[in-house]
């Protein structure tokens, strides 16, 4: 909170566009800070001079998209020891480079990355300015403000929701920090202030250290901040209150029934999913919606009947009507939540196999299956009844 003695910073009472003036020396303080403080992380390493390899900047930042640092790290490791290059990346199939991503989730990121890297390979060189780098697959203007000025010194900033934070602590944005005006105006005086910068890179990379480390959603590290004191949140004791974010829409909830089934080799039956569904064109399980009919018995399982049946016609298959085993699972995504009812049963193919989808009997080591369908796998299953639809 804000001591007496304390004199309201020039410019506060204007807040929050007209801290122009303070903003240069803040992302100074940030970049001193940085050179310090900041972490060495996989894609960081460089020798010193030199700048960051841009295709390690590129994949990170793909990477990072939605998942989080820890867990990035060895994925990063991974990949880059299989794919050094870009030229690597671009001459992969596209199984190999899902199979490295496999458990990243996310699957779009990876198809993205292996255009680029395609682009980039036709090309001859990487891309070195923003607006060529912008145009890449699954480059959007935060990676490639990251990519600009990290790897070419550009003055370009990366504004993401991590540095919308900080900005909107530093600068007392109490407007709503998901709205796109407000980001486009914010992006706007923090490429201005990049101007009189002398190391977009350190600057850029201090943004998202401190974001990541101390000015923290809830519980910001203050007193660690090394632009605490020029920071109108911290004088005013508004960091808990900033920012200003819109709640999120309520996931939508599926029920799925999924058909677990394997051969005598011990394959597992699967499809690759469309074109247009989430997971689109990875591998999985049989799986349908389970219609939910106001008519139908309290229990559900005249649902659950419903759905086998649909199974059995979308995927061209003939299910066994002997003893089934059945259990549950759960997989949350971004947006939304799938509720499945796993019934493990044989299953013939031999018929109108598969109609529009590549229905067949895989090893499933040997195939890109989505998060979902592999801890439907690796769970224990144990023999009843259909479960009643509690779902």
Known sequence: MKSQEEKPIEGALEAPFSYREALPGILQDLSLW?????????????????????????????????????????????????????????????????????????????????????????????????????ALPGVGEYTAGAISSIAFGLKEPAVDGNVMRVLSRILLIKENVLDAGVRKKTRELLKEAYLTVDDPAKVTEGLMELGETVCLPQNPACQQCPVRQKCLAFVYGMTQQLPVRVKAR??????????????????LLTAKREHDQVLADLWEMPNVLIPEDSESDSEGKEDLQKA???????????????????????????????????????????????????TDWRYPDRIMLPTAFKKLLAQNKTPGDPPDKDL
């Open 34 to 134: 940085f050179a310090k403080e900041g972490r060495e992380l996989p894609w960081r390493a460089h020798p010193q001079g030199k700048r960051a390899d841009p295709y390690y900047v590129l994949v990170s930042e793909i990477m990072l998209q939605q998942t989080r640092i820890e867990t990035v790290k060895p994925y990063f490791k991974r990949f880059i020891k299989t794919f050094p290059t870009a030229g690597d990346l671009a001459k992969a199939g596209e199984e190999e480079v899902l199979k490295q991503w496999e458990g990243l989730g996310y699957y779009s990121r990876a198809k993205n990355l292996h255009k680029a890297a395609q682009r980039i390979d036709q090309r001859g060189s990487f891309p070195d300015t923003y607006e060529e780098i912008l």
């Open 250 to 267: 309520k996931r939508k909830i599926e029920n799925r029934l999924v058909l677990l089934s394997f051969d005598a080799k011990g394959r």
């Open 308 to 358: 086998i049946g649909l199974l059995e016609e979308e995927y061209g298959i003939t299910i066994d009507g002997g003893p089934a085993k059945w259990s549950r699972g759960r997989h949350v995504f971004s947006h939304m939540a799938w509720n499945m009812t796993v019934m493990e049963a044989s299953a013939d193919i031999t018929g109108d196999k598969g109609r529009k989808k590549e």
